[in-house]
């Protein structure tokens, strides 16, 4: 039964099938990336897609795309093998063959019974993407878990789970794009998919104990203490946040003209969450405040990863300040960190995570007294056609990262229940919090009277 104070509903599921390649495939082990493997990374991703009755057709989806995938996994083959843990945690898949799984449901209820606006979290998640026994594991379990649910209404749901440590949002969206294409009739992926773990392992260490040397400070993988409680429990996400263009317009009115036209859609809102919440949790001045983003290098300048490449190419660098001087500030200081921050990265700070990754242990980036936030509104979600038009939602089916309950969430791209277009922001605040950091965010959401926004 899924159940929220709005919606109730009954899924019926058949057992969960196990889904091999439609062609035999390699039987091999592939070595991720030493950015593959990291331990922040090391968890399944929910991502769900609803589809409207096409046409007023009634053809069954799920064998469609079933067969889709079954296609599609051969030119994807390492997803139907296994993670295996190697000398110095380092991952790898031993190329199996065994499959993903794959569910088919029926459930009572219409899209039209789901909100207007659709958008994480889901609090019928657990129904709509079952987790079926044993498999969310990371050493030997299936790297990828489908549900393909039928609605009352003729339209149906399709979620699916991805293991973080195979792809990244770009990679995933490659993969779901060649089962659309496939699903649609193509012969095969327009994209042919490329392996390439090699182009991000580890440089050459100088010895076991010295890395090469780095310009990076990578104070995103500091050790940091959680003292004072500061990682707020997932459950606490309670608000979601629509920001539409006139409240980007408004956050840029608080901005230096100059700042403004420079600052990117992402990096302004950044800011002003960070600070807003900074100011709602109301820590002691001197306590260190982080604001960690995720930047990809592909289409970089001097990049070097391919088209087609589908495993994690990003890296997640910090803005730091203390709290004090969070507040103390307005908020172009904090747009301003996070620029540089985000700005920083290129290739030679990702192969420097690498190379620290393989020097420390993989260690997971620091998580207390931070905010990660990474932006998936161009990732084409949105964009992917299985055969029944594009989808009413498509994204992210957690409003944050489960696997880093509390501090991190998705920008999503979204209409609002009026058909503007926007970004929907799920966070994570203490509920006692949260109403101070809504009227925070009320402040920058409102035009300040000055020359900049009016040159806007």
Known sequence: MASSSALAFTVRRKPAVLVPPAAPSPRDLKRLSDIDDQDGLRFQVPISHFFRQHDGEDDDPAPVLRGAIAAVLVHYYPFVGRLRELEGRKLAIDCTGKGVLFVEADADVRLDQFDAALGPSFPCLDDLLFDVPGSSGILDCPLLLFQVTRLACGGFVMAVRIQHTMADGLGMVQLLGAIAELARGAPAPTVRPVWGRELLQAPLLLNDDVLLPSRFAHREYDNVMDIN????????????????????????????????RDATNFEVIMGCLWRCRTAALAPSADEEMRMICTVNIRGKKNTIIPVGYYGNAFATPVAISTAGDLLANPVSYAVELVMKAKREVDVEYILSVAALMAQRGRPHFAVAHGYLVSDVTKFGFCDLDFGWGKPVYAGPAEGGVVAIPGVASFFIALRNAMGEEGIAVPVCMPGHTMDKFVNEMGKLMRPELTDTFSKM
Not at 237 to 260: D, Q, T
Request: proline share 6%.
């Open 229 to 260: 409680g500061a990682i707020v429990p997932f459950e606490f996400m309670v608000h979601r946040f629509f920001i539409g263009w006139r409240e980007i317009y408004a956050i840029r009115s608080h901005l230096p003209l100059a700042l403004s």
